[in-house]
Each structure stands twice: as structure tokens, then as C-alpha cells.
């Protein structure tokens, strides 16, 4: 069992109430840290508008708004009704990034630290029931060394601070996910795990129920509501006879309903859908219901244009309609958890995830020196405890919160950290070993890390940790591009040559290759930036793929077109997508599409 936040999706029934408390809210900021001194959680002197979720970034037609970094506030009003009374009663929020200090009418009832993973608010003592309540909440978006994402900050001229993200999205920041009233029964469902086991046609559902009940009862419904199995106990298996199996070609979801008891009556109820699957590694294969599985797909980000970062459910439908149309069955989170609400809808479409920590940037070298093989040790400086905390509590709230997804099939628990030196290993075995030795994931799913072009099998000292080794590889890219083409297929085949005779026993996917692309230039000859040569890079790709039989998936940089800082190699942010920004097709859409269809 995970320890650290635990915040079930909120749902609605006899005993649970929510409501969504998304809208224009009030919003000032803060750049000389006052607004505590001065009571700003009383009331924002000054405020705007500003929708949550959003972000400012991408709403402001201001360069200095744009680059905000520091304090700064919301604030909003809120009705709670007194039909709530004898409820706990908690402000959940999806995300807020990077680190919150909520006040509740007045009085400081939270702080959380990590933008991209849920938590409560629980303000039962101090909200006043048939009344409006007044919401403010202080967030602070500096970037360290010590927390995840890394960065740091500089100081400008005029005294402004400006984040210098160590990592290639736009740091984009605020509430930025959904936010709910939510009241629950005091006595209530806290947590629940699961775990499948299958047996040729016949499953079973392994269930523990955390709670202050003294048992449970649990219903397994098909598809059309009917009752397949009912158990009861806080901790027991059910058996499905002919159990449908979920998986990318049949996503096939059962409905389960936990209904808490105490002393023979019912205290609380909740509901969601589960599908039945198995992930396991064997020898260099990638099982999902013990067939092996190719991984086809790509990293992605949460980016669009005017949202930034801001949850929409309609780019998430366009986004894997797009993924559906292209033929893939899986993604990456790159580089950090994403809204609730792609996990949900990836268990409906039978996307496979790869759900990854936003441990990025932890090198002493940033993605583009990392070409360059500038070195220092990151994991030698006096920051790393701190940041190994941040770290775990990281991974447990994102591994609490995903863990009954169906479509996660295994942690990322990095991105292209320094991956080569001793302090590196010992920093990352801890890692590994504290996701391992807590048992944090009740299905113990493969654990992995993106390993960047550093970790060669001469060099590498992070993929005796992973259970599947997960490369980003830039050849014909950062390494040897355009007309040396030839020469990075060549350095990529003697890479790939070294691992094999390392012969790790592990399976292999990329999770990052690619080439960045204006959808504007078409070139012939093929020439860097242009549709052709992003065509050329794919096949140079694929045709290395296909020569190694322990390589079990290819998930291609980027999805889509992304913001990134402004950088003389960025046009408008990262180029590399497969589709533009605003979801259309490239040329290498249809490539793609021919070669995974
Ligand atoms: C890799 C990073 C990714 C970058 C990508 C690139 O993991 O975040 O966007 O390179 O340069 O190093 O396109």
C-alpha cells in the first residue's frame, strides 16, 4: 500500500458529492512575496480574471507576464450548501503548478509541492455550511534543483526573476487541471488496489479496500450492467469465469462497485471501471496477457495552443482519434503525469501508458550540451537528498493515483538524467529500490527510465536498474544529420551491435527518435527541417529496428508540434511532431500510418 496522498477521483452517488468549481477566478500576482504579510488571502488588492483551468503564459500578450516567475495568487468565492453537514468536505485539485499554499476562509489548510499530480485541500473545519466561503490560494512556479522539474532561476536587470527550465516544454504554470468541491462519508472508501491473475479463460480479480469499515461488499457488472460476481471482505479475490480481457484491439471494461459497511449497514459507496489485463517482462519480451506486444506509438506532451498545459477533453478525443487513425497503442507521459482525464480515456480507447515522473533535467548538462559531451556531476551536489525526497513522493502519488489503470503498463521513473557516473547509479538505485522495496505498485509494472544518447552500452550504468531500457536516440538528428545520414545509421547499427552482445536479457523500446520539421518545407533533395528528410529519418529508424529481435517498441518524438523556452534551434517550439500544433497531418503521418497499419 502507498503511503503519501491519496485522493480517489471524485465521484457522484448517495454518499459522495462533488461539484467542479472551474470558471473565471480571481488572479494577481505576487513578485515581491507580500501578499502574506499583507493578508492578500483575505482578499487579492488587485485582481484579473483568469479561467481555471488555464494558464497565464499562453492567455498574455505581455513578454514579462509570459516569463512570470514567482508568487502568485487565486482567489475564489464558493457556496457550500448545508445539505453537506456531518460530510468531510475537501477542495480537490487536479494539479497546480508547481507548489500551492491553500487558505480556506481565511486559515492555511494545505501546502503541496509537484505540479502535476492531485491533492486535497480538506477544509471540514473551518468551511461554514449554507454560506459563501472565501478560497484564496498562493502559488509559486521557481524551478530548483532540488524539486522536479529541474531548473533554476536568474535575475534580471531590472530585478525580475526569470526560471531557466533545464528541460525543452514551456514551463508552463498555475491550475491548469480541474478543481472540485468535494464531501465524502466520514466513515468512507480511503483506497482500493487491484490485481489480475488469468488462467486461460477463467480470471482473477485480486481486491484490498482501504477504509474505516469493517467489511466490504463488491459487485463485477459486463458491459450492459449485469452482475457477473459478488464478493464480500475487505480483502479477497472474485472469480470471472470467460473473463474478457482487456487490450489495445478489445478495451473490453467491466463495472466495479465497493460498497463499504459498517455494522451490517452501508457507509459509503464507490464506483469505476476496470479492465482485466496482465503486464509482465520476460526475458527480452514485453507480455500483455502473457502475448507478447510491440509498442507502437509516441511521447507526447499536454500542449496546445492557448490552453498551454490546461486540461481540455476535446484535445484529448482529438488526440487519440488522431493515434487510432495513425494505428499506434501507446504513449509516453512525457515528462511528467498527466490530467486524470487522459488515463480514463486511454483505459476506453486501449492505449497503453508509460507514466512518467517529472524527474527531468537532472544533469549537469541540458539536452543540447548533452550532444556535446559536456560533463559534471549533477548527483555530487549538496541538493540530492532534498530532491530524492521530492522524488519518491512524487512517484508514490503518481503510481497511488494511476495504479488501477489499465492502460498504464509500466513507471518511467526518469528522463535522460545523467546516466553514466557512479553518483548517478547510487542516486537512481535508491530510486529504484524504494519503488521496488515498498511494494509501492500492488501489480509491480515494469519500471524503466529514457536514457539519452550518453548512455551507450560501453558507458551506461542505469539499465542494469530498469526492467525495460528505454532509449532516446537523435541520430540523423543532433547526431550526424542531413547529408551524413549514412554515418549516423552506421554509429546507430554499431550502438545497437554493442547492446546486443551485452546481451542484458531485457526488452528494448525508444522512446524518443525523430527529426524537427516545418510543415512548411518540402526539399528535393531531402534537407534538414523538411517533411522529406523527416520521412528519411523514420525509415533509417525502422530499417535499424527491424535488424534486433530484443527491440519490442518504437514511440517516436513527438506526437505534436510543442512550446518550448525560445531557443535559436525552436521555431515556435519543438518541431519535431508528427502533427502540427493544432492536430494535423505531416507527411510522416501517412508514412507512419502505412508502416504500423
Ligand atoms: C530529448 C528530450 C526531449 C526533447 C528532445 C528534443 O527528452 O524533452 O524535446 O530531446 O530535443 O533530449 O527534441
Keep these: ?125 473551518v468551511v461554514k455550511l449554507g454560506q459563501v466561503n472565501h478560497l484564496a490560494i498562493l502559488v509559486n512556479n521557481k524551478l530548483s534543483l532540488e524539486t522536479i522539474p529541474c531548473g533554476d532561476v536568474t535575475i534580471l536587470s ?101 460498497q463499504l459497511l459498517r455494522q451490517g449497514k452501508i457507509i459509503d459507496e464507490y464506483s469505476t471501471k476496470i479492465g482485466i489485463r496482465t503486464v509482465k517482462v520476460l526475458g527480452t519480451q514485453i507480455l500483455l496477457n502473457d502475448k507478447p506486444i510491440h509498442l507502437k506509438g509516441f511521447g507526447k506532451h499536454e500542449d496546445f495552443t492557448i490552453l498551454g498545459k490546461a486540461t481540455s477533453e476535446s484535445v484529448i478525443k482529438r488526440d487519440f482519434e488522431c493515434m487510432k487513425w495513425i494505428g499506434v497503442n501507446c504513449f509516453r507521459t512525457s515528462h511528467y503525469p498527466y490530467a486524470e482525464e487522459w488515463y480514463r480515456e486511454a483505459d476506453r480507447y486501449g492505449f497503453l501508458i508509460i507514466d512518467e515522473v517529472p524527474a527531468v533535467g537532472l544533469s549537469s548538462y541540458n539536452f543540447i550540451e548533452a550532444t556535446k559531451g559536456k560533463f559534471k556531476s549533477f548527483f555530487t551536489n549538496k541538493n540530492n537528498s532534498k530532491l530524492e525526497q521530492v522524488h519518491e513522493q512524487e512517484i508514490t502519488e503518481m503510481i497511488n493515483r494511476d495504479k488501477n489503470h489499465q492502460s498504464v503498463i ?83 547499427i554499431d550502438e545497437m551491435n554493442g547492446w546486443e552482445r551485452l546481451n542484458l536479457n531485457k526488452p528494448f523500446i525508444f522512446t524518443e527518435f525523430g527529426a524537427d520539421t516545418l510543415a512548411s518545407e518540402h526539399r528535393l533533395p531531402a534537407e534538414m527541417w523538411s517533411q522529406e528528410y523527416q520521412n528519411e529519418v523514420i525509415h533509417m529508424f525502422f530499417d535499424v529496428f527491424k535488424q534486433y529481435n530484443f527491440i519490442q517498441g518504437e514511440l517516436i518524438w513527438n506526437f505534436a508540434d510543442f512550446k518550448t523556452e525560445d531557443a535559436i534551434v525552436r521555431v515556435g517550439g519543438n518541431q519535431k511532431g508528427i502533427f502540427t500544433r493544432d492536430r494535423q497531418p505531416k507527411d510522416a503521418a501517412f508514412l507512419l500510418r502505412k508502416l504500423w497499419k
Excluded at 527550465?165 to 468541491?181: A, E, T
Design 410 to 492: 509500466a513507471w518511467s521513473l526518469f528522463n535522460e538524467p545523467e546516466s553514466t557516473s557512479n553518483e548517478s547509479y547510487h542516486y537512481f538505485k535508491k530510486i529504484f529500490n524504494f519503488v521496488r522495496e515498498n511494494k509501492l505498485d500492488p501489480q509491480a509494472r515494469p519500471l524503466t527510465g529514457a536514457l539519452e544518447n550518453h548512455s551507450q552500452p560501453d558507458t551506461d550504468r542505469l539499465s542494469q536498474l530498469c526492467d525495460i531500457v528505454s532509449l532516446n536516440r537523435y541520430y540523423g538528428w543532433y547526431v550526424k544529420g542531413g547529408q551524413y545520414i549514412q554515418e549516423a545509421k552506421k554509429k546507430f
Design 158 to 258: 531590472d530585478g525580475r526573476k526569470a526560471n531557466r527550465p533545464r528541460f525543452d516544454f514551456f514551463n508552463y504554470s498555475g491550475i491548469m487541471r480541474n478543481v472540485w468541491l468535494v464531501a465524502t462519508p466520514k466513515g468512507k472508501i480511503i483506497d482500493f488496489d487491484l490485481k489480475y491473475d488469468i488462467q486461460g479463460k477463467s480470471a482473477q480479480i485480486h481486491y484490498q479496500i482501504y477504509g474505516n469499515g469493517d467489511t466490504a461488499k463488491v459487485e463485477l457488472t459486463d458491459r450492459n450492467g449485469n452482475t457477473v460476481a459478488v464478493q464480500s471482505g475487505l480483502k479477497n479475490s472474485i472469480d470471472v469465469k470467460n473473463a474478457q480481457l482487456w487490450s489495445p484491439a478489445c478495451p473490453y471494461l467491466y463495472g466495479i462497485k465497493i
Design 1 to 125: 500500500m502507498c503511503s503519501g496522498n491519496k485522493t480517489l477521483y471524485p465521484v457522484q452517488n448517495e454518499f459522495r458529492f462533488n461539484q467542479l468549481l472551474n470558471s473565471m477566478w480571481n488572479f494577481e500576482i505576487d513578485p515581491d512575496s507580500i501578499g502574506i504579510k499583507e493578508k492578500w488571502y483575505k482578499k487579492l488588492p488587485k485582481p484579473e480574471s483568469m479561467p481555471v483551468p488555464g494558464t497565464f503564459a499562453e492567455l498574455t500578450t505581455k513578454r514579462d507576464r509570459k516569463y512570470y516567475t514567482g508568487d502568485f495568487w487565486y482567489e475564489k468565492d464558493v457556496f457550500v450548501p448545508s445539505f453537506l453537514k456531518n460530510k468531510d468536505i475537501a477542495i480537490r485539485f487536479g494539479s497546480i503548478t508547481h507548489r500551492a499554499k491553500v487558505f480556506f476562509n481565511s486559515v492555511e489548510v494545505k501546502t503541496h509541492e509537484g505540479g502535476f499530480l492531485p491533492f486535497e485541500a480538506d477544509i471540514t473545519k
